[in-house]
């Protein structure tokens, strides 16, 4: 059987049609409707257990290189967010709780004009002792520190259904 060009043609178009289609689809992560005032966000992390406060560690890395990637990429002249480990207090606090349950929480305190003041990162550590599990965890929940809300895309790290948060 002989194709001709023009049904060749139809084919290739209903096959690449869905790619197409997806390529304009844009893609946003709701906010909660905060932002911080300053742009440098100091964070208070226990240094016990270590595999877990390194975990927290790298998620701070993680997002500190995210958001320089945003910058150069979309933003160049514009302010982003940097998280700096404390040694002392914070803006934001990180606990760790030792339970049965794997998930996080993340919690910031709104001060006047819709500005973040505080936040809470709480981390669930009891079952878990990889470090790249609290850095997982961590790194969504300080997308929430940064005002993110959940996101729709399955594998997105703010996705509410994700592996890391029950």
Do not use: C
Request: charge should be neutral.
């Amino acid at each position: 059987m002989k194709l001709s060009f023009v049904t060749v043609t139809y084919l290739g178009l209903l096959v690449l049609l869905p790619v197409l289609a997806h390529a304009d689809t844009t893609y946003t992560i709701p906010l909660k409707g905060g932002r911080w005032a300053i742009y440098t966000i100091t964070v208070s992390i226990p240094v016990e257990p270590k595999t877990s406060h390194d975990g927290v560690v790298d998620a701070l890395g993680i997002w500190n290189q995210a958001q320089e990637w945003f910058r150069a990429t979309y933003y160049p002249d514009g302010k982003i967010y940097t998280f700096k480990e404390s040694s002392g207090g914070g803006q934001v606090r990180v606990q760790f709780e030792k339970t049965m349950k794997e998930s996080g929480l993340a919690q910031t305190t709104t001060g006047s004009g819709g500005t973040y003041i505080s936040g809470r990162v709480k981390i669930n550590v009891g079952i878990s002792k990889f470090r790249s599990f609290v850095s997982d965890v961590a790194s969504h929940e300080f997308g929430h520190i940064l005002g993110l809300g959940h996101a729709p895309l399955g594998d997105d790290l703010m996705n509410v259904a994700s592996q890391y948060e029950l």
